[in-house]
């Protein structure tokens, strides 16, 4: 939190301190806080301090608040005339958020767990969608398609592998840039549910592959399980269920979880996409 909300509105204070009197309101309250803005996340991006993925997770939060900067200064140093105080106002704020993380520190950060939910309805019975299941076979850019996530960094899903079928089956899920999941299966319910545990391959993934603190299995965000569920959708037809648990462990978790549930849910639809398509060629060749 004192790097989420304080930091944004030091920005906005000290925006408001350094804009000549003169200048209009609009500029004030908004394009100096914005433009601000702009610069501190251009430079952590350009020094490596933050990678793109956080970057983008920051721009609304600190957008946002930078006004809030604005106005918090405007109370505390409008009503001084000295200068000097107006400076110790602003030399307050920027300092304010060094003072606020240590103390923060001290308490345990919460635990959120919750579940993200994605469905398909394929026009292929459920022995075939339980076979492309199971094993995913590799998976091209081209199938995937365009998306958000990728322009922002994270890596597409490429195939999943097991290493035998029934309990205790492992997949090793992989996906770009050397990530990689192993999966172990807890629940096997044949043409019904696939259910497993899932951990990160750490040996696997390299440092470079995600910021701290988007990393999978690290101090702030973990998806713990995954789940597959087939349910009759008519002749011929399966509704495939995928969702996961995930854990998110911040002191801002209600805004770390729209994120993770976007990206994880962005993930999750377009491999029940892949799959559609590739349950329903099967079946057409069946049907031949």
């Not at 398909?120 to 094993?135: F, N, S």
């Not at 199938?143 to 990728?150: E, M, R, T």
């Not at 999966?183 to 259910?195: A, G, I, K, N, Y």
Request: hydrophobic share 45%.
């Amino acid at each position: 939190m004192s790097f989420l909300l304080l930091t944004p509105i030091a920005l906005g204070a000290v925006s408001a301190h350094f804009t000549p009197d003169e200048a209009s309101d609009s500029w004030r309250s908004y394009w100096a806080p914005f433009l601000n803005t702009l610069l501190f996340l251009t430079t952590a991006l350009i020094f490596h301090l933050e990678g793109m993925i956080c970057v983008i997770i920051l721009f609304p939060l600190f957008l946002g608040l930078g006004p809030v900067g604005v106005m918090f200064y405007d109370i505390f140093a409008k009503p001084r005339s000295d200068s000097r105080n107006k400076t110790l106002v602003v030399a307050a704020f920027a300092l304010l958020p060094f003072v606020a993380a240590p103390l923060e520190n001290q308490f345990t950060t919460p635990d959120n767990y919750h579940r993200v939910e994605n469905s398909v309805v394929i026009a292929a019975p459920a022995p075939i969608v339980w076979q492309h299941i199971i094993r995913v076979a590799p998976i091209q850019a081209a199938d995937l398609g365009p998306s958000f996530i990728d322009a922002i960094g994270f890596p597409r899903p490429v195939e999943a592998t097991l290493t035998h079928e029934g309990l205790g089956g492992v997949r090793h899920a992989t996906f770009e840039h050397g990530v990689e999941f192993i999966e172990t299966v807890d629940d096997w319910q044949p043409l019904r549910r696939l259910s497993f545990g899932i951990e990160p391959n750490t040996a696997t993934i390299p440092p470079t592959t995600f910021d701290e603190h988007v990393t999978v299995g690290g101090r702030f965000f973990d998806v713990l399980r995954g789940t597959y569920e087939l349910q009759p959708a008519g002749p011929g037809r399966t509704r495939l269920v995928l969702y996961s648990q995930q854990r998110v462990s911040t002191n801002l978790n209600w805004y770390a979880s729209l994120w993770t549930d976007f990206v994880m849910s962005e993930i999750q639809q377009r491999i029940l996409t892949v799959l559609r398509h590739r349950c329903e060629a099967s079946a057409a060749i069946v049907a031949r």
